[in-house]
T-cell receptor, first 116, second 117 residues
Framework: EAGVAQSPRYKIIEKRQSVAFWCNPI?????LYWYQQILGQGPKLLIQ????????DSQLPKDRFSAERLKGVDSTLKIQPAKLEDSAVYLCASSSKGQTPTDTQYFGPGTRLTVL | AQKVTQAQTEISVVEKEDVTLDCVYE???????LFWYKQPPSGELVFLIR??????QNEISGRYSWNFQKSTSSFNFTITASQVVDSAVYFCALSETFSGGYNKLIFGAGTRLAVHP
């Protein structure tokens, strides 16, 4: 079974530029998560989708971050415009149902973003 | 508020030593789940174990063991006879249930384990 795929793996941009990350979850997984992991910290949930609907985006900086999951499969996370403090690894994860804590989250390799 | 504390930022051991990674959590929920994930240098978080709050039995899987103590709100992870391949960052996490019955994970800051030959 293929795991969670993410691209690109690395991205370097100047501040105030825009950037987009892509995630393809495990086939059949209804729930998709985007996390931000700043160096030296644990992952922090930005947004959670159940199929193509958002169930939690309370920690997403909505003035600059946006995400969508069209057709309930792939997802993109966009930052516009980027700030220096957005430098982090952006992790995508998926789980089969999402409505039970016994539902294991499987993570992709992440996209490392550097904002100069 | 839900919180996970991993007080050890970095641990360095020599191969074959035993090592324990500490995890302390705070929650108002009566039912909750705790997790450990491993993050090797490749960056991908790998699920290791899930434990529910009703099951305080210790668990052993090969060289890995977990000690859950509800009385002290701790869920510690021990690696016996450590190996170089165990070098990684280890995260403890707590599930939080929110509206609609959905769950999200609250992660600790992680402990970086370096195992030297």
């Amino acid at each position: 079974e293929a795991g969670v795929a993410q691209s690109p793996r690395y991205k370097i941009i100047e501040k105030r530029q825009s950037v987009a990350f892509w995630c393809n979850p495990i086939s059949g997984h209804a729930t998709l998560y985007w996390y931000q992991q700043i160096l030296g910290q644990g992952p922090k949930l930005l947004i959670q989708f159940q199929n193509n609907g958002v169930v939690d985006d309370s920690q997403l900086p909505k003035d600059r971050f946006s995400a969508e999951r069209l057709k309930g499969v792939d997802s993109t996370l966009k930052i516009q415009p980027a700030k220096l403090e957005d430098s982090a690894v952006y992790l995508c994860a998926s789980s089969s149902k999402g409505q039970t804590p016994t539902d294991t989250q499987y993570f992709g390799p992440g996209t490392r973003l550097t904002v100069l | 508020a839900q919180k996970v504390t991993q007080a050890q930022t970095e641990i360095s051991v020599v191969e074959k030593e035993d090592v324990t990674l500490d995890c302390v959590y705070e929650t108002r929920d009566t039912t909750y789940y705790l997790f450990w994930y491993k993050q090797p240098p490749s960056g991908e978080l790998v699920f290791l174990i899930r434990r529910n709050s009703f099951d305080e039995q210790n668990e052993i899987s090969g060289r890995y063991s977990w000690n859950f103590q509800k009385s002290t709100s701790s869920f510690n992870f021990t690696i016996t006879a450590s190996q170089v391949v165990d070098s990684a960052v280890y995260f403890c996490a707590l599930s939080e249930t929110f509206s609609g019955g959905y769950n999200k994970l609250i992660f600790g800051a992680g402990t970086r384990l370096a195992v030297h030959p």
